[in-house]
């Protein structure tokens, strides 16, 4: 009896440590899939965006920017990420900003969005994410 309680205890203290771990690769599962899908035409299969993404184009846009390191996602808060990423860039670049980057609130569902960013996020060297995470505070 004392041994079953002691061997019940010990599987709930695993369960509520790497459950989180779970739910986390799934959600990372689940992002990259999702970038897969919706990102990747344009921001690349690597995260590693368009050549020349800081010249604009003929048309005045710019090229999509890597998702990697050698971007600049990593510089904004996941607030700014997901609202970006659902609403698209004109709140917060100006409504005469133009870009091919859509908004995908009537393409995503919001938890899709999250695990987006947060598959971005997991490739990350943890300089960048530690930059990243005190960004999101």
Same mark, same amino acid.
């Given at each position: 009896m004392i041994a079953a309680l002691i +061997?019940?205890?010990i599987i709930a203290a695993l369960l509520v440590l790497e459950f989180p771990r779970l739910r986390e690769a %799934?959600?990372?599962a689940l992002g990259q899939s999702v970038y897969a899908?919706? $990102?990747a035409s $344009? &921001? +690349?299969k690597q995260l590693e965006g368009q050549p020349d993404w800081q010249t604009p184009l003929p048309s005045g846009r710019l090229p999509a920017p890597? &998702? *990697?390191a050698s971007g600049h996602t990593w510089h904004h808060s996941d607030e700014v990420l997901f609202n970006v990423t659902r609403n698209g860039l004109k709140p917060y670049a100006g409504e005469n900003y133009e870009s091919d980057m859509p908004a995908f609130a009537g393409t995503?569902? *919001?938890d899709e969005? %999250?695990?987006a960013i947060e598959f971005i996020k997991s490739t990350w060297p !943890? =300089? !960048? =994410? !530690?930059?990243q995470r005190q960004m999101t505070r």
């Open positions: +061997g019940a205890a %799934r959600q990372i899908a919706n $990102c $344009c &921001h +690349g890597p &998702h *990697d995503l569902k *919001d969005i %999250r695990a !943890e =300089r !960048e =994410r !530690e930059y």
